[in-house]
């Protein structure tokens, strides 16, 4: 026997027990969008490299460590996409859909990144997100985080996650705040950790959310980025502020919080839980005014957001939030002899298109009574809907209820009508 070829360690299959639990994940975030006026847009999968170097920064994590990049047969360096926010802005660049205009967008589908892999944290995983173009002003900064909130009241774990939030300014505060933070880390340099060391002049802000305690400890006296923001800078997270205390959202205000790619500025801020360990964080996203310049467009302001559907289903799944999936099969049509067959092939194409929604499963390959019942009842179906040479005769259909009730016989009219109500149920 041949030796089975595995799946490449980090990219998983997603099996139909599962996959019933990211559909509903899937519908959930449809509906949550639609609601808000957002449009789907969808990006290729593979990108030209240097698209994510400009984007992301050559000196990040991502593009040193975690890309998948390889040379295609012409020579073009080309890299599976880490993430969705710069190849939303390559393709709103390349199709004119950005300058001097507004833009409500939504992603979702899968990403690259080679890191080590772990609970809720893959090689291959899957994002959802959401940007929005050519607003700069707070109210769309508020009104993206009133959308996540809402998401969470629509999954049911509102009191399981919680919002951080933080700005980090304009570019030029940035930049002092960045000599200054500098500065000081570069007088305890030895109490930094490796990362921390290696971060200190090519990303210094990162070493803000450092998960050495010994850093942490060192931070509480470093400069804080609020001293550094000007009364423009200030105004707009006062004004965010406001905004989501209006609409009943709390936040907590973490001055250590900062995103991991260099494209972010002004408003910062992630939903995180206590309820999966280590991998707390469950939604991420923020401001990146200068993105769409930086890679090749004229200036339009941006913010948006992006969570791994992978996290979301593992905290969901924790919480028992699948325990009531709905069923795969609603009836199961069995046929008693081969001169029934036809009929009950029929009957299901008939209640299929009668009653739209009805998920129905016939049965084939054969076999007697007991062996159609029992995988009638593995189907998981409310009723089992039984064709017979008598059935067939007499214009009838036994219908059997799988999971508790008595056996009846019924002509089509009256079976529809009780199948539609099922459907209502």
Known sequence: MAKQIQAIRGMNDCLPADT???????????????????????????????????????????????????????????????????????????????????????YMGPMFRHERPQKGRYRQFHQFGVEVYGLASADID?????????????????DHVRLELNTLGNSDERAAYRDALVAFLEQHID??????????????????????????????????????????????????????????????????????LDYYNRTVFEWVTESLGAQGTVLAGGRYDGLVNQLGGKDSP?????????????????????????RNTDVYVCAMGDSALASAL??????????????????????????????????GAEFALILGEDEIQQGLVTVKPLRGGEQRQLAKDALMEELAALLNA
């Not at 808000?36 to 990006?43: A, D, F, V």
């Open 142 to 158: 508020a009104e993206v985080l009133m959308m996540s909130a809402a998401l969470w009241d629509a999954l049911g774990v509102s």
């Open 20 to 106: 019933v639990k990211w559909q509903q994940v899937e519908n959930a975030l449809r509906q949550l969008v639609a609601s808000y006026g957002y449009q789907e847009i969808r990006t290729p999968i593979v990108e030209m490299t240097g698209l994510f170097k400009r984007a992301i920064g050559e000196v990040t994590d991502i593009v040193e460590k975690e890309m998948y990049t390889f040379e295609d047969r012409n020579g073009d360096m080309l890299t599976l996409r880490p993430e969705g926010t710069a190849s939303t802005v390559r393709a709103g660049n390349q199709h004119g859909l950005l300058y001097n205009q507004e833009q409500r967008l939504w």
């Open 191 to 260: 109490k930094l950790d490796e990362d921390s060391q290696r971060r200190l002049h090519s990303n210094p802000l990162r070493v803000l959310d450092s998960k050495d305690a010994g850093v942490q400890a060192l931070l509480v006296n470093a400069p804080e980025l609020m001293d550094y923001l000007g009364e423009e800078s200030k105004q707009h997270f006062n004004t965010l502020c406001e905004l989501l205390h209006a609409a009943g959202i709390e936040y907590t205000v973490n001055p250590r919080l900062v995103r991991g």
């Open 302 to 326: 941006a913010v948006g957001f992006a969570m791994g559907i992978e996290r979301l289903v593992l905290l969901l799944d924790t919480l028992g939030k699948f325990d009531n999936l709905p």
């Open 346 to 379: 029929q009957l299901a194409q008939e209640l299929r298109q009668t009653l739209p929604g009805l998920k129905v499963m016939t049965h084939c390959g054969g076999g007697n009574f007991k062996k159609q019942m029992k995988r009638a009842d593995k189907s």
